[in-house]
């Protein structure tokens, strides 16, 4: 995806696929986060994967954050996906890793269909 990203406190912008299992059992069933951003933290762009073993319920959440000098100018968010790892870039600059060293369904949810979002939030429990 190339985009500009919105600004603004209370801003939640993300790029994102959740699993197409319905009904949705989450984290068991996956996310990843390509790119999200918040008001807040304007320069932040956050990139993750939640899993039943690895999200923020648990406290185990795992993913890496880069700070973008100019977020409301064009950048590309890519999302490599393989049936061994998952990378995620920015402006083809790997910010994020993560490797499928544990095959379990609980540590990697990520061998099924997903469907892909792409949506401006305003509020909600990180904006």
């Given at each position: ?110 061998d099924s ?14 904006g």
């Amino acid at each position: 995806m190339r985009a500009k990203l919105p600004k603004g406190l209370g801003i939640w912008s993300a790029f994102w696929l959740l699993n197409a299992n319905k009904p949705l059992d989450w984290p068991a069933d996956g996310e990843i986060d390509i790119m999200e951003n918040v008001g807040f933290d304007p320069y932040t762009v956050f990139g993750t994967v939640h899993t039943a073993k690895y999200n923020h319920l648990i406290g185990t959440q795992i993913g890496k954050k880069l700070r973008v000098k100019t977020p409301q100018e064009f950048h590309t968010y890519t999302l490599n996906w393989t049936p061994t790892y998952i990378r995620i870039y920015i402006d083809n600059v790997n910010m994020f890793t993560y490797i499928k060293s544990d095959p379990s369904i609980e540590a990697w949810p990520f061998d099924s269909e997903m469907n892909i979002f792409l949506n401006v939030a305003v509020g909600g429990n990180f904006g």
